[in-house]
Structure formats: structure tokens, C-alpha cells
């Protein structure tokens, strides 16, 4: 565990935190994509199925459930619960994901460490992970305008990955052969992607003011 | 033989 790490898991929880106060307080989904906690649910799902075997750490255990509840909490209130459920606009956040999952088990079948079904499923959780976001951003772009306790929730979470990339980096200067080309690849993609909204967030918050997010 | 890779991180 470094620094790095730990405030990647820390803007994680954040992020969490933010969303999960903005559905249940504001008792709106207005702005937030389903399409992306769907996707988020099931990187979390995939990943740590490995919660049954691999008890590297207590921390991890305990985030990894953690982590589990909260995205299928927040997929469940956004689908299920009223008045959040219908405050879902299907019509715009229709990204098809479908495009997203397909492309990322297949790069999962391929490339991936160890020919075994859990490291394919685990590899198909990364890849997802990077591109969950997009749904997200897609349906900002959209509306053009940012609420502000969203732009906090994708900065939080852009935030948590940019965070991961800096523990790699840190990792693999301090530990010997410390390797992992996949979750490295991914997370570069997964923290790029994040680059335009950060500019504008930057730019919205620069004077203080809490001037709301604006994608062009 | 290769052990399996650990996933020490979420």
C-alpha cells in the first residue's frame, strides 16, 4: 500500500458518497447515467468474485464489498425506486453498451494473464472499467450543462483512477519485477478519457465561484 | 510451472 493508493481508494469512496448522498438527498437521478452504474455494477461483480479466495488484504475484502453494495444499491434505487426512477430519461442516456461489453470479453478471451476463466473474467472487468465512464459522458455532453454534485462525482472518480496511475508508477520504481501491462493500459485509457471533462471542471471551479460545469 | 497472478490491488 502507498499514499498514491490510498487516496485512489479514498476519491473512490468519495465518489460514492457523492452519488449515493445526490439520489437518496436530492431524490433525483437527473443527470447521472444508468447505463454507467449498470457497467460499473458489473465490473464490480466480475472483478472480485475472487472475494471467496483471495484475501490479500482485509482492506481489500472489506472495500471489495463495500463496493458491490454501493453500485448495486445505486442501480437498484435509479431502476426500482421512486421518485429516483423517474427521473431516468431512457431517451437520453441510451448509450448502447452492448458495444462496450462485447469488444471488452472479447479483448478479455485474448489478452489476459493466465489462461484461466477467472483471469479472463478479471482482465474483461479492466477493460470495462476503463470505458464505463463513457455513458456518463455522453449524457453530460448532452445536456451541455454540468449539476454541480455531479461534476464532483466524475471528478471524484476521474480523480481515483488518475490517483491508481501514479501508484503504478510508484510500484514499479520501488518494487522488482512489479508488472501489469493490462491494468496499466487500461488505466491510462480509463484516466484519458476524464482529460476534457477535468479542463472544464478546472476551468468552472478556477474562480472559486461555483460557476456550473459547462462541455461545450 | 507459473503461479497465478495475485491481484493485490481492487
Redesign the interface.
Known sequence: MNIFRFLGDMSHILSFVILLLKITQGKSAAGISLRTQELYMIVFCSRYLDLFWNFSSLYNSFLKVVFIACSSAIVYIIRFKSPQKDTWNPELDNFPIQYLIGPCAVAGLLINQDWTPFEMIWAFSIYLEAVAILPQLFLLQKQGEVENLTSHYVAALGAYRGLYLMNWVYRYFTEDDYLQRIVWFAGTVQTGLYIDFFYHYYQSKRGGLSRPVKLP | G?E???????
Not at chain 2, 497465478?4 to 481492487?10: A, F, I, Q, T
Open positions: 507459473k497465478p497472478p495475485v491481484h493485490d490491488e481492487l
